[in-house]
């Protein structure tokens, strides 16, 4: 099926790529429950978030200005944070597909070894000039400077890779508008704009508790609940954003 010399010249089509043998498995039940984890994760902080400029916004005035711009600036970052994460989730963070155009022509080791073996059991890469060809997903992946990487728990080859999350089970890679970075980073940055955004409505909050001549017990326990909340929250984004700390955490 795979001959040796005519292969780079003869014609290949879809039908040859189906024929190629399977790709690796991913690893299914490290990468779900390393997304059960991360998905968990982003809901608790958004539920405590929300909660928590929830609980500063009923204290005040209803008809308050602060009170309005409180609930709309956390439900838009929630809003925000959640379609990211559904990003991270569904998107495709860049891997390297199989097709006439990445498989073909074969290096030839692995030509022989199909017609051989019907296997490739090569244990490095090939590399031809500046092109770099994957022995385990079996196609050409790009040059060098493309940044990709096998990711060993997905089994793909992804491009402009960065790091596999621990925490969301999946491959953080892309630069620009490719890949699923952009997710990655508006998502961590919403879990920092959320925080920011409790903390600041909740001192808001006081000061206009202790203008009005409000209770003051009431207005220092509602803060005290905020830099709690935040605290906790800011640990989970930190862990989050640093793949190194991410297994403490699963
Ligand atoms: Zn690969
Ligand atoms: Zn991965």
């Not at 089994?155 to 960065?162: E, L, T, W």
């Amino acid at each position: 099926m795979f001959g040796s010399e005519p292969h780079r010249r003869e014609r290949r089509t879809e039908a040859d790529v189906r024929a190629l043998p399977p790709l690796p498995r991913p690893d299914r039940a490290t990468m779900c429950a390393e997304a059960t984890c991360g998905c968990t994760l982003v809901l608790v902080v958004v539920a405590v978030l929300v909660a928590t400029t929830e609980s500063v916004a009923s204290s005040l005035r209803p008809e308050s200005y602060l009170s309005i711009l409180g609930r709309i600036a956390i439900l838009t970052e929630a809003a925000v944070a959640l379609a990211c994460l559904c990003g991270l989730m569904f998107g495709d963070p860049g891997v390297v597909k199989r097709s006439v155009s990445t498989c073909f022509p074969m290096p030839r080791q692995v030509a022989d070894a199909l017609e051989r073996e019907g296997k490739v059991q090569l244990q490095h890469n090939i590399v031809e000039g500046q092109h770099e060809y994957c022995t385990r997903c079996l196609l050409w992946r790009g040059t060098k400077s493309d940044g990709c990487h096998h990711c060993s728990t997905c089994q793909r080859c992804v491009r402009a890779f960065d790091h596999h999350c621990g925490v969301f089970g999946r491959c953080i890679a892309g630069n620009g508008y490719g890949g699923n970075m952009g997710y990655f980073k508006v998502l961590i940055s919403m879990g920092g704009a959320g925080i920011f955004t409790a903390m600041t409505f909740s001192l808001a909050s006081m000061a206009e508790h202790i203008t009005r001549g409000g209770d003051l017990i009431l207005a220092v326990m509602t803060i005290s609940m905020t830099v709690g909340s935040c605290c906790c929250c800011s640990c989970v984004m930190w862990a989050v954003a640093n793949p190194s700390s991410a297994p403490a955490l699963v």
